[in-house]
């Protein structure tokens, strides 16, 4: 469905004279320093797959996003997107896809949602049948019933973010692009998202290529993911996998009846005390959390515990150095 080889993007970035009139001078100066945000990336998404596109601020996911969706032209490579090529054919492509990206709406401001699913409506040349369908679908799925009267601008984020996901899926595409579309969202409208997601790639066998910094996210969507670095391919390969060999460290917080002094927990490292909670650091391959209570429970009486998986953050950080 996706296909990249040996992709490529520079940006020519010009260099800015300096001393008196250096700005009318750097527009006729013709120098420039040339940045390469995507670098020599190869990968492929296969039909109904929901992959995870991760990496650190700059490392090339938007830059690339934006070239699958014909946006930008690649400096070289290849890339087609469900056969076609994005950037030579960009209409024809805008018929396949969808794209939500972040915080950056493509609904209008001033007027109701339903509104803005009109125009969609007719931009994408939807026949009415399925225009009514998807609308019956995901209103109520996403919980808009109550603002699709409403102006965009009356709206919270949550709400914002739920509307642009539906208004990409109204004409049906077959491959969505999800950029960071759960950033500053609440809790209820990620569980939401989450399930909405879920059953639209399930229906439809749509083609998702997200990419996040929540780890919630790729729990709850992704089984594969994609790692990338400076434009570089860094990891492509299961979830799982990735948790287990570069995010071993996992917390135990438990809360004990009464405040307790210190006291060595084996398997475990004691990370912080606050009142009547401590927090252990165990490698989830050398102890598991039944091991550790069972040990700390025969010395102190238990009121509740949690376990902490790792951030994501931290397993891309542990990933980078151990590249």
Known sequence: MIEIEHLTKEFRIPVREKGKFAAVRSLFSGSYTVRRAVDDLSFQVAEGEIVGFIGKNGAGKSTTIKMLSGILKPTSGHVTVNGIRPFEHRMENAKQIGVVFGQKTQLWWDVPLIE???????????????????????????????????????????????????????????????????????VVSKKYLHDFIVSVNREKGTTILLTTHDMADMEKLCTRVVVIDDGHLMYDGNLDDMIRRFGSTRSLMVEFERPIANFPVPGAVLTRSEGN???????????????????????????????????LEMIVRNLYEKK
């Open 116 to 186: 803005s699913y009109r125009l969609l409506r007719e931009i994408y040349q939807i026949d009415p049948d399925t225009y009514r369908q998807n609308l019956d679908r995901y209103i109520p799925m996403l919980g808009l019933t109550d603002v699709l009267n409403q102006p965009v601008r009356q709206m919270s984020l949550g709400q914002r973010v739920k509307s642009d996901i539906a208004a990409a899926l109204l004409h049906n595409p077959k491959i969505l692009f999800l950029d960071e579309p759960t950033i500053g969202v609440d």
């Open 277 to 311: 909670r401590k927090w252990y650091s165990f490698d989830r391959f050398e102890s598991t959390p039944m091991d550790l209570l069972g040990t700390i429970g025969k010395q102190h009486a238990i009121h509740d515990i949690e376990v902490i998986e790792p951030q």
